[in-house]
Structures are given as structure tokens and as C-alpha cells.
């Protein structure tokens, strides 16, 4: 079975593939799949479900953990992507991973596994993302401080920088000419577009510490909505406090405050 390239939403409904119109050789095919990789097929059904809303314009909420996780071998197949592909938002954004962040670990597990050559370009973009990261977001600070704006700019950084990637690679290019900044190929020419001066970081830092402060501590830091309700239910901080964490991060709605906090 082929997970698609989400923006082109190749399947948007299991009816397509299950249905009545389906071929009897498709619907072989996807029986066979679902007895021999449940996991798998789990998968697939979480990214049609998202592709039936929409292509995300963002990678999801925990795509950089799980971006580590891949490549440090925690994660090695896309089936254990499958319990970060959230179907019950409103919208493919509120997932850890998004229909297109799903796509794009996918092609990354891929090519790591497809010959040592692509591995070895694997390890040297994630390097430069790595280098990327530490630019983009707030130094000096705990790893566990989520710096919001850090990680958007990053996320951006890395979707627009990976189009030109993929440009760099159909055109026969290195990875030592892609990722060195001395190279006239070099991909990360654009960084400063995404990069904020020391004041905006500041000023970012205060609001993100008067936010955590304000909600017992920064050591109160949520990697989703999900992470967020739990801690409610868990009765770690209050409904009120959830709601205005939620806002601060655009997982609730100012006139649907009870979304995904729950009652």
C-alpha cells in the first residue's frame, strides 16, 4: 500500500479503496495489508482521514521529536507514526503529526533505508537542521522551554528549505554542496528570513516565562492539545489555566474556549 504524497490527496475517503467501486484486485490488496501489518494500516487510515480535510500547511505539533526519534532509529518503520496521527480535531493542523509531516517522516524512513548512500545524505540534513534549530530558537534557555516562535520559524525554515532540497537533489547536487555555507548551492542562504533579532527573542522569552510562571512554573510545558487535556483530567492545572494555555498556543478558539479542553 503507498501512503501518496498528501498534496495531491490521493485518497481522501476508505471508500475508495473498500467501496463498492473499489477494484477486487485494490480490495485484495488492502485486506491482505490490514491481516499482515495492523499497524500499517492504522496508518493509512489516520492519513486518509486527515487528507479528507485538507492538506496541513505544517508538519504537526511533535514533528521534531519525532523527526529525532526517526533518526536516531526509535523510530524505524511508519507504522509507529500511526499513534501521533490525530483524527479528532477540527482541523489538520492540531495534529503531532500532520497528514504532511506524516509524508515527510515517511520519505525519510525511506531513504534511510534504501542504501547507505541516502542514509548518509539523511544524517547530513539532519545535521543542518540541527544547526538550523539552534539558530532559530532561543539559546541558553532549558530544553524542555518551548519557545513557541522558535519552533514555528524552524517549522517554516524546514518546509521551504526541504523544496529546494528535493530542487537540489533532481538536479544531481551533494550534500556537501547543499549544506556547506561556502557552497553556491548552499540551501540555508535563507535563514535570515526566519531568523529573529536578540530583542524579538527576548521579548518572545519574557511572554512564554509570564505564561508558564502564571500557570505554577515553567516546568508546565505541553507538547499538544492532547498533552494539554491530559493534564487537566490528571488534575495537574485547572480548566481556566488550560484554556488560556491553549489559547496562547492557537489549539482553542476564543468563541469555542471549551475545544479541546473538555469539560
Known amino acids: 500500500m503507498s501512503y501518496g504524497d498528501s498534496r495531491n490527496l490521493p485518497i481522501t475517503n476508505m471508500i475508495q479503496i473498500e467501496g463498492p ?91 534511510k533505508n534504501k542504501s547507505p548512500q541516502e542514509s548518509a545524505f539523511q544524517k547530513a540534513q539532519f545535521e543542518f537542521f540541527k544547526q538550523a534549530r539552534g ?45 556547506n555555507p561556502k557552497s553556491a548551492d548552499y540551501v540555508g542562504n535563507n535563514m535570515g528570513l526566519f531568523q529573529r533579532t536578540n530583542a524579538q527573542k527576548m521579548q518572545d522569552w519574557q511572554k512564554e516565562s509570564a505564561l508558564q510562571s502564571s500557570m505554577g512554573g515553567a516546568s508546565l510545558v505541553f507538547k499538544d492539545a492532547a498533552a494539554l ?16 494555555y491553549g489559547l496562547s498556543k492557537g489549539w482553542v478558539r476564543k468563541n469555542d474556549p471549551q475545544v479541546p479542553i473538555g469539560e
Open 21 to 111: 467501486n473499489a477494484s477486487p484486485e485494490t480490495k485484495a490488496a488492502w485486506f491482505d495489508y490490514k491481516m499482515e501489518n495492523p499497524g500499517g494500516a492504522d496508518a493509512i487510515i489516520k492519513v486518509v482521514n486527515q487528507n479528507s480535510r485538507g492538506v496541513a500547511k505544517t508538519y504537526g505539533t511533535d514533528f521534531w521529536n519525532q523527526y529525532v526519534n526517526v533518526m536516531e532509529g526509535k523510530i524505524q518503520n511508519s507504522d509507529q507514526l500511526a499513534p501521533y496521527l490525530r483524527v479528532d480535531g477540527k482541523s489538520p493542523e492540531d495534529s503531532p503529526i500532520t497528514n504532511t509531516g506524516f509524508v515527510q517522516l515517511n520519505n525519510i524512513i525511506d531513504a
Open 135 to 179: 539558530a532559530l530558537r532561543i539559546s541558553g534557555v532549558p530544553s524542555n522551554f518551548p519557545d513557541s516562535v522558535g519552533s514555528e520559524k524552524l517549522q517554516q525554515f524546514m518546509q521551504v528549505t526541504t523544496s529546494r532540497i528535493q530542487a537540489g537533489l533532481k538536479a544531481g547536487k551533494t550534500a556537501d554542496q547543499l549544506f
Open 229 to 244: 487535556k491530559q493534564a487537566v483530567d490528571d488534575k495537574k492545572i485547572s480548566r481556566d489555566e488550560a484554556i488560556k
